[in-house]
């Protein structure tokens, strides 16, 4: 009885993961709508869905990162769209090569990140506020840097990010796969990524113990500006160029991947791999409703429902415990 009783408890725990639970959802999906659509199962649909969420997945590991915190950046779908726009200016006014144009992009990323980490813990403006006047500002400068009009990018090598392929895998998916997995390996296995846990957990408690909060939210902003800027390059080589449109949204998504992958609002619960299975839920979902030929507009709701009720869920789960 008591092996019973252990092996029990075992499978308890690990269907009481969030991640479980959303990794049984995406299967349960998918399954669903191989039956629904003869197309869904092709490898053609299926690099297509991984090439469509990698965007989501590779800026929810910094916004997971972010809400680990106990914080939230409302401005990172505005950062993929300014990163991207500022790099094809640069090219454009500057003549600037592949080099200096990425190391201008991944800079001003990270720059990005920085304002608004100063505004958060220097300034002590709240990051839902902080990050929302951001994401106007960048928008802004943008639309300025454009007056509207797309900004064309020449294929350099760098529009390999974007456009390229390693046999039939594209670029863009080997780049998240490289991200997801530092990721989770920076936040489980670094004296840093375990700060984080605790900053969000407990930031009193934290700071008594001697970790730099300010300094611990800081990075983690930039570390998101910075995969924002990823973000902008991948997207600027996919469309051999910029517009200000690009990003546009993205925020929502983004933070519904973190909240659907189990990531606590409150901070300092949850497990980076969920927020991917959570962005690879989110894409079969969207993929479906093509494949389905239901009304794109349906695909926001169905992404508003969902969040709603992955924050139910998490505030239910807290409360029974």
């Known amino acids: 009885m008591s092996t019973q009783a252990e092996t029990r408890k075992k499978w308890n725990a690990i269907f009481n993961k969030p991640e479980v639970n959303v990794l049984i959802a995406l299967i349960a999906l998918s399954i669903f709508v191989a039956f629904a659509s003869p197309f869904f199962l092709t490898p053609r649909n ?22 680990l915190t106990g914080g939230i950046d ?8 300014f990163t991207a726009v500022f790099a094809a200016w640069l090219a454009r006014t500057t003549g600037a090569g592949p080099e200096v144009t990425l190391f201008s992009m991944l800079s001003m990323g990270a720059a990005v990140g920085l304002f608004n980490g100063i505004l958060v813990t220097k300034v002590g403006v709240p990051p ?40 039939i895998i594209p670029v863009s998916v080997v780049v998240m796969i490289t991200i997801v997995i530092s990721g989770i390996i920076f936040s489980k296995n670094t004296t840093f990524g375990k700060n984080i846990y605790a900053v969000g957990n407990n930031e ?11 300094g611990v939210r800081m990075l983690v902003f930039c570390i998101t500006g910075v995969l924002a800027a990823v973000c902008g390059l991948i ?11 690009y990003g546009t949204g993205m925020e929502l998504d983004v933070i519904a991947a973190s909240v659907i992958g189990g990531i606590s609002l409150s901070g300092g619960k949850g497990n980076l791999a969920g927020v991917v ?9 969207k993929n479906a409703f093509i494949l389905l ?22 505030s239910f789960r807290k409360r029974k415990v």
């Open 46 to 67: 299926l690099i297509n869905i991984t090439r469509q969420f990698s965007l989501i997945a590779i800026l929810a590991i910094g916004q997971g990162l972010i809400i």
């Open 74 to 81: 409302l401005s990172v779908g505005s950062a993929v769209g």
């Open 128 to 167: 839902f506020i902080a990050t929302l006047g951001t994401m106007s500002i960048l928008r802004g400068l943008a639309l300025l840097m454009t007056f509207g009009v797309p900004i064309p990018y020449p294929e350099t090598w760098i529009s390999v990010f974007g456009g390229g392929a390693i046999g």
């Open 204 to 214: 009193k408690a934290a700071k008594l113990s001697g970790i730099r909060v300010g």
């Open 235 to 245: 997207l600027m080589g996919q469309m051999d160029g910029s517009d200000t449109f």
């Open 277 to 285: 299975v959570g962005a690879a839920l989110m894409g079969v979902l």
């Open 293 to 314: 030929a239901v009304p794109g507009y349906w695909q926001t709701v169905a992404i508003g429902v969902i969040t709603i009720g992955a924050v139910a869920f998490d």
